[in-house]
């Protein structure tokens, strides 16, 4: 059992208790860290100074115990989603937990799209991409956090919704929650505290209260793990080709019918059936991609997985789920993204429709949905 103490306190990167008995377990620190100011625990450290995460489970129980108590508050709701990964980030049933309190949507990640994306066309997409979850919104502000832009616009927003209200962070893990909630505390308390931030899912592990000037608090939760992203199913030494950390480049590939595109050995899109037309992948970087023949795919993935088609790498293939197949038919005139959650999203070019297969593995999200951009 964690001694008094440490139980009392908890983590100020993170937010866990603080416990001195147990390396394995969430929460450790060394007993003769606990007279440091601030305090964090061992996995903080870890990851603030190396970018090291151990693997911490935390039962998703807690995360809707969390997200329940906010409907008895009296707050303004920051809910934060990825735009990179807006159907995979966006929290379902969010307006159940919180009630008659207001949701500010903030759409974190915005430095990621080219720059002469149309800003207003965006934020209406964002608006009816969010009616069509059941959130109400009370504004959406579009921003990059790690950029500092569109970051005014979300405080001044803040600021007008939330009167004498605490302020609830809400967000799916890795969409840049602790990130802006460090920049909140700077505009809006004295307190000399950072979040633990960094690129894996589930940094912060239990609720992080903190106080405000006027009496009130900013509530930074959990991330809520959901285990139909991409990011969630891959080993972690795949998520750095996976998670853009810069402006996506728009990749166009002029396809026929009957070719395929492998996006490393993690997804596979086959243009089935249709009129030679284009389709844009919006994919980080990092990922290779390859092109080739229908007839000779399985025979390429058999040949090359781990290797030219990676990551995975050859080691790692055990230990993602097997590819299950996504049948998908767009419709001449359509506008349409072959959304893929943790992945990015292909874009079909042309209006005169087409037969998809999208393999990606058992349970991550394969959507269509309409052109974000």
Known sequence: MPDAQATINRCAGCGIALQTSDKTRPGFVPENALGRDPVICQRCFRIKNYNDASSVAIDQDDFLRLLGGIA???????????????????????????????????????????????????????????????????????????????????????????????????????????TLVNRLISDYSDLHRELTVSRYPGTTLDAVHIPLEDGRSIIDTPGIVYPFRLTEVIPRSSLQAVLPDKPLKPATYQLNARQTLFFGGLVRFDFVEGEHQSFTAYVSSALPIHRTKLERADELYEKHKGEMLSPPSRDQLDEVPPWTRHSLRVRPGDNLDVFVSGLGWIQVNGKSGALLDVYAPKGVKVLLRDAML
């Not at 949507?105 to 965006?122: G, H, Q």
């Not at 919104?137 to 979300?154: H, Q």
């Open 72 to 178: 008895s508050t009296n707050s303004l709701v920051v809910h934060i989603v990825d735009l990179f990964d807006f159907e995979g980030s966006l929290i379902s049933g969010l307006q159940r937990f919180v009630g008659s309190n207001p949701v500010l949507l903030v759409v974190n990640k915005i430095d990621l799209l080219p720059r002469v994306t149309n800003w207003n066309r965006l934020r209406n997409w964002v608006q009816k991409q969010a009616r069509a979850n059941g959130l109400k919104a009370a504004d959406v502000v579009l921003c990059s956090a790690r950029r500092n832009i569109g970051f005014d616009r979300v405080v001044g927003t803040i600021a007008e919704l939330r009167g004498d209200r605490d302020v609830y962070v809400v967000g799916a893990t890795n969409v840049g929650k602790s």
